[in-house]
């Protein structure tokens, strides 16, 4: 295919050599190149004149994810409106959020009661009937541009469906098919794999690998049996995916959250986590994305420790993804929440600060999935505290089984053996606002509300993308129903999944009440956070000693502006013993002014203290 087109040619000059080198380093296949490029083209042509435009525009201004009036949402389709038309009529809803960016979590055609809540992909250019069709997301996509709000969702590429076509054919014996996957006849290999390879879900689907006794194979199921991995050693897996990538991103999508990358290259006698293949892949999907759709960015999903995530932005010469979540920091939150106890969280944010200011993060207190305690034990171990202890004491307090504890949460992937498991539940039920209100007690509940209130002020100042999960701001409970649901009853995910609240919301607008307080005090928060400057990407962060280990200490400095933020994990009154000695503060959230030293922080309380000049 001739490509005339000279803005296409403009970018593909740009990435060609690269691009080629690195494909035939995987591959050594020309021709699947070829096809590729010519796909690309095929793509680039078949893009909207006003998807283009915003290409044009976002190429101008590559950092417009990084500024800091970017504010996220996190929402189930069906749960919040229905189904996609439903979404569109609430749009005005998520404006009144402030929010410019909404992921829309998994929807595209799954299999009921196989799906792992949508990650099961069966067609990924179909979307679940109950909740619409292409057109209906193009449209939605539309009208969310039309207000200024981008578009997320999740692209499945380390596994399909069962039912996904490829799987059909695969299981039919159909060896084009197989080699698009994993399949061993006997158990030799299977059995070596396992050798070095952790498995992601002991307790619920141990194993690595399923074995299919009507074809007599094994096939590798890294996650559930029913997820069947997809081979990257085949170039037609990467091309098939990357066209999918790309007719995705021609309905409109601006963010496409890559799922479970880490897993995406599979290598014998390794453990198939983070293989330098895997960035191969993620490279040149970016240079893909930057040729035919450059206003798309990447938010890559990698669930491990700083120093296996960090690699995943890449490196400036050659970057990977845009995006990446900040989940170390997320279960580093609550087990200050529940401990009461800052150091672990003041150390975790040091490590992130000092890493460079182009690294973008997503910071956030809940979303879909599950805590999991992978905190630091290597430095938890200088204060006494052991692994195995400490995620008794983390998962009793949070599910309220301590002595005192104020949370209600659920147990998710439990196993008795190890005693390990992680942990389930609504920001607001953590909290303590649902066992508040059971008991009417309004002391405990003043404390839930200021506890909630603080820890989205705490992920406010973080540097990154502050995103809400739907029903957090205002005040959504546990959803307990999905016990009496035979399809979901096995996952205690689905407890804080539920649907969202439209009564609870309208009670935003009643003076006093909880979910006034909340939605208030966010929308304050939110507002501070667009027009101050120290909020934004290019300033320094810091942390500080405060002498208290209750009461986080954390700067934000640029030329003109001076941030000290102040969050006091304790239900106690506390002095936070810093001593700014640099004149006087306006604290942002009361408007009071005071001194930076010396600093008297109530239970749950929170300072934004700033000086200009």
Same mark, same amino acid.
């Given at each position: 295919?001739?490509?005339?087109?000279?803005?296409?040619?403009?970018?593909?000059?740009?990435? +060609?050599?690269? %691009?080629?080198?690195?494909?035939?380093?995987?591959?050594?296949?020309? &021709?699947?190149?070829?096809?590729?490029?010519?796909?690309?083209?095929?793509?680039?042509?078949?893009?909207?004149?006003? +998807?283009?435009?915003?290409?044009?525009?976002?190429?101008?201004?590559?950092?417009?994810?990084?500024?800091?009036?970017?504010? @996220?949402?996190?929402?189930?389709?069906?749960?919040?409106?229905?189904?996609?038309?439903?979404?569109?009529?609430?749009?005005?809803?998520?404006?009144?959020?402030?929010?410019?960016?909404?992921?829309?979590?998994?929807?595209?055609?799954?299999?009921?009661?196989?799906?792992?809540?949508?990650?099961?992909? /069966?067609?990924?250019?179909?979307?679940?009937?109950?909740?619409?069709?292409?057109?209906?997301?193009?449209?939605?996509?539309?009208?969310?541009?039309?207000?200024?709000?981008?578009?997320?969702?999740?692209?499945?590429?380390?596994?399909?469906?069962?039912?996904?076509?490829?799987?059909?054919?695969?299981?039919? @014996?159909?060896?084009?098919?197989?080699?698009?996957?994993?399949?061993?006849?006997?158990?030799?290999?299977?059995?070596?794999?396992?050798?070095?390879?952790?498995?992601?879900?002991?307790?619920?689907?141990?194993?690595?690998?399923?074995?299919?006794?009507?074809?007599?194979?094994?096939?590798?199921?890294?996650?559930?049996?029913?997820?069947?991995?997809?081979?990257?050693?085949?170039?037609?897996?990467?091309?098939?995916?990357?066209?999918?990538? %790309?007719?995705?991103?021609?309905?409109?999508?601006?963010?496409?959250?890559?799922?479970?990358?880490?897993?995406?290259?599979?290598?014998?006698?390794?453990?198939?986590?983070?293989?330098?293949?895997?960035?191969?892949?993620?490279?040149?999907?970016?240079?893909?994305?930057?040729?035919?759709?450059?206003?798309?960015?990447?938010?890559?999903?990698?669930?491990?420790?700083?120093?296996?995530?960090?690699?995943?932005?890449?490196?400036?010469?050659?970057?990977?993804?845009?995006?990446?979540?900040?989940?170390?920091?997320?279960?580093?939150?609550?087990?200050?929440?529940?401990?009461?106890?800052?150091?672990?969280?003041?150390?975790?944010?040091?490590?992130?600060?000092?890493?460079?200011? /182009?690294?973008?993060?997503?910071?956030?207190?809940?979303?879909?999935?599950?805590?999991?305690?992978?905190?630091?034990?290597?430095?938890?171990?200088?204060?006494?505290?052991?692994?195995?202890?400490?995620?008794?004491?983390?998962?009793?307090?949070?599910?309220?089984?301590?002595?005192?504890?104020?949370?209600?949460?659920?147990?998710?992937?439990?196993?008795?053996?190890?005693?390990?498991?992680?942990?389930?539940?609504?920001?607001?039920?953590?909290?303590?606002?649902?066992?508040?209100?059971?008991?009417?007690?309004?002391?405990?509940?003043?404390?839930?509300?200021?506890?909630?209130?603080?820890?989205?002020?705490?992920?406010?100042?973080?540097?990154?993308?502050?995103?809400?999960?739907?029903?957090?701001?205002?005040?959504?409970?546990?959803? #307990?129903?999905?016990?009496?649901?035979?399809?979901?009853?096995?996952?205690?995910?689905?407890?804080?999944?539920?649907?969202?609240?439209?009564?609870?919301?309208?009670?935003?607008?009643?003076?006093?009440?909880?979910?006034?307080?909340?939605?208030?005090?966010?929308?304050?928060?939110?507002?501070?956070?667009?027009?101050?400057?120290?909020? @934004?990407?290019?300033? &320094?962060?810091?942390?500080?000693?405060?002498?208290?280990?209750?009461?986080?200490?954390?700067?934000?400095?640029?030329?003109?502006?001076?941030?000290?933020?102040?969050?006091?994990?304790?239900?106690?009154?506390?002095?936070?013993?810093?001593?700014?000695?640099?004149?006087? #503060?306006?604290?942002?959230?009361?408007?009071?002014?005071?001194?930076?030293?010396?600093?008297?922080?109530?239970? #749950?309380?929170?300072?934004?203290?700033?000086?200009?000049?």
């Amino acid at each position: 295919m001739a490509k005339t087109d000279s803005t296409f040619q403009r970018r593909m000059q740009k990435h +060609l050599d690269e %691009l080629k080198w690195l494909y035939m380093e995987l591959y050594q296949n020309t &021709d699947m190149f070829s096809e590729l490029c010519d796909k690309m083209y095929e793509y680039y042509t078949g893009r909207s004149q006003s +998807l283009k435009k915003r290409d044009g525009a976002r190429e101008k201004n590559s950092a417009w994810y990084k500024k800091n009036d970017m504010l @996220g949402m996190m929402l189930y389709i069906d749960n919040f409106a229905g189904n996609l038309k439903g979404v569109e009529k609430k749009l005005d809803y998520l404006e009144q959020c402030h929010v410019n960016y909404i992921h829309l979590m998994p929807f595209l055609d799954t299999i009921e009661g196989r799906s792992d809540g949508g990650y099961a992909v /069966a067609d990924f250019r179909r979307i679940k009937k109950e909740l619409g069709s292409m057109e209906d997301l193009e449209s939605l996509a539309d009208a969310c541009h039309e207000k200024g709000l981008n578009v997320c969702m999740d692209f499945v590429m380390n596994h399909t469906s069962e039912e996904h076509e490829w799987a059909k054919r695969a299981r039919a @014996g159909e060896g084009e098919y197989m080699s698009r996957y994993f399949f061993f006849d006997n158990d030799a290999i299977p059995a070596a794999y396992e050798r070095t390879v952790p498995q992601v879900f002991p307790v619920t689907a141990p194993g690595n690998f399923t074995w299919l006794p009507e074809i007599g194979h094994y096939v590798m199921t890294t996650f559930y049996p029913y997820q069947w991995d997809l081979n990257y050693k085949n170039p037609r897996v990467f091309n098939e995916m990357m066209y999918n990538f %790309l007719f995705l991103a021609n309905k409109g999508i601006d963010i496409m959250r890559i799922d479970a990358v880490p897993y995406i290259w599979k290598e014998l006698n390794t453990s198939c986590r983070n293989l330098p293949q895997v960035h191969t892949i993620v490279r040149m999907m970016r240079m893909i994305g930057e040729i035919v759709c450059p206003s798309v960015i990447l938010l890559g999903e990698v669930v491990m420790e700083p120093e296996k995530v960090v690699p995943y932005f890449g490196t400036v010469e050659k970057p990977e993804c845009h995006m990446l979540y900040n989940v170390t920091t997320m279960a580093t939150t609550w087990n200050s929440v529940a401990t009461g106890d800052i150091r672990l969280l003041k150390q975790q944010m040091d490590i992130v600060s000092s890493l460079p200011k /182009a690294y973008v993060f997503l910071n956030y207190l809940r979303c879909h999935d599950d805590i999991g305690w992978g905190l630091d034990y290597r430095y938890l171990m200088q204060f006494g505290i052991g692994e195995v202890s400490h995620k008794k004491y983390l998962n009793d307090f949070l599910t309220g089984q301590y002595p005192g504890s104020f949370a209600k949460g659920e147990l998710y992937n439990s196993d008795p053996a190890s005693g390990d498991a992680r942990l389930c539940g609504t920001t607001a039920s953590l909290c303590g606002i649902e066992k508040a209100q059971e008991e009417e007690d309004k002391e405990a509940l003043e404390k839930a509300v200021c506890l909630d209130l603080m820890l989205h002020a705490y992920m406010f100042v973080q540097s990154g993308i502050p995103v809400l999960y739907s029903g957090d701001e205002v005040g959504q409970v546990n959803d #307990y129903t999905y016990h009496e649901n035979p399809a979901k009853q096995d996952d205690s995910r689905y407890l804080h999944r539920g649907n969202f609240n439209w009564e609870l919301a309208g009670k935003r607008a009643e003076k006093g009440s909880v979910q006034e307080r909340i939605f208030a005090g966010l929308e304050i928060m939110e507002k501070i956070r667009k027009k101050v400057s120290v909020f @934004g990407a290019d300033s &320094d962060v810091w942390t500080i000693d405060t002498w208290d280990d209750s009461v986080l200490g954390l700067i934000r400095a640029n030329k003109k502006e001076k941030l000290v933020a102040l969050f006091n994990f304790s239900g106690q009154d506390k002095t936070a013993w810093i001593n700014e000695d640099d004149g006087e #503060y306006t604290d942002l959230l009361s408007g009071r002014k005071m001194q930076a030293k010396g600093v008297d922080i109530p239970g #749950y309380g929170v300072y934004w203290l700033l000086k200009r000049g």
